[in-house]
């Protein structure tokens, strides 16, 4: 599996734009880029996958640049409730073969 | 939105005694996991399941600790001699065939003493 470099922690106020990259310089052909968020005391929760160029859905977009050796999480408009760790994650479908193999992620603190 | 569900929200149990912690996954869902997460540490994988076997397990998964579906619903994971080491959250994660997409549980917080 592509290892994966992310920021350890982010702060931010609301309403602003949050923007976060992960490095995987050793991202393979075959391998996807995904994101997970997690809330203190829940389990991860999905929020974007992508190949290539920029994937967007109802809750951010995904950023990948040509070489895919780094990709980049954006959140518009953040507010309190965005507070949570964001893992970026790299393998194969589906999910990496299988397993999912989480980093130390980024914590991302929004404040008023 | 379907949900995995997971009981119970928090164990406590004294070392050396079994566990068992249920996971009820998404109705159409064929793929199962478990996942720990230690107070301040990363989400680890422990165990992968499929048609009735395991896929893939890691290291953390040994003689110890078991997973099953005994009712075509409920997905147990069971700790047969708890350590003080066990004491962590565990995620049951579900997906469908056709997507990659893994859908987690609430947790169970486990504390051994």
């Known amino acids: 599996l592509a290892k994966t470099t992310q920021p350890i922690s982010m702060d931010s106020y609301e309403g602003q734009e949050v923007n976060i990259t992960c490095s995987h310089n050793?991202?393979?052909?075959?391998?996807?880029i995904t994101w997970y968020q997690q809330f203190p005391s829940q389990g991860p929760r999905f929020i974007i996958q992508?190949?290539?160029t920029k994937v967007t859905n109802e809750v951010a977009s995904l950023f990948i640049p040509a070489d895919r050796k780094s990709s980049t999480l954006s959140l518009p408009r953040v507010s309190l409730s965005d507070t949570a760790v964001y893992y970026c994650?790299?393998?194969?479908?589906?999910?990496?073969?299988?397993?999912?193999?989480f980093g130390t992620g980024t914590q991302l603190k929004v404040e008023l | 939105e379907p949900e995995v569900t997971q009981t119970p929200s928090h164990q406590v149990t004294q070392m050396g005694q079994e566990v068992i912690l249920r996971c009820v996954p998404i109705?159409?869902?064929?793929?199962f996991y478990w996942y720990r997460q230690i107070l301040g540490q990363k989400v680890e994988f422990l165990v992968s399941?499929?048609?009735?076997?395991?896929?893939?397990k890691s290291e953390i998964f040994d003689d110890q600790f078991s997973v099953e579906r005994p009712d075509g619903s409920n997905f147990t994971l069971k700790i047969r001699s708890t350590k003080l080491e066990d004491s962590a959250m565990y995620f049951c994660?579900?997906?469908?065939?056709?997507?990659?997409?893994?859908?987690f549980g609430p947790g169970t917080r486990l504390t051994v003493l």
């Open positions: 994660a579900t997906r469908t065939g056709s997507t990659d997409t893994q859908y």
């Open positions: 399941f499929y048609n009735n076997e395991i896929s893939e």
């Open positions: 994650l790299v393998g194969p479908l589906p999910g990496g073969g299988n397993k999912l193999t």
């Open positions: 992508g190949y290539k």
């Open positions: 109705s159409n869902h064929l793929y």
């Open positions: 050793n991202i393979a052909t075959n391998d996807y």
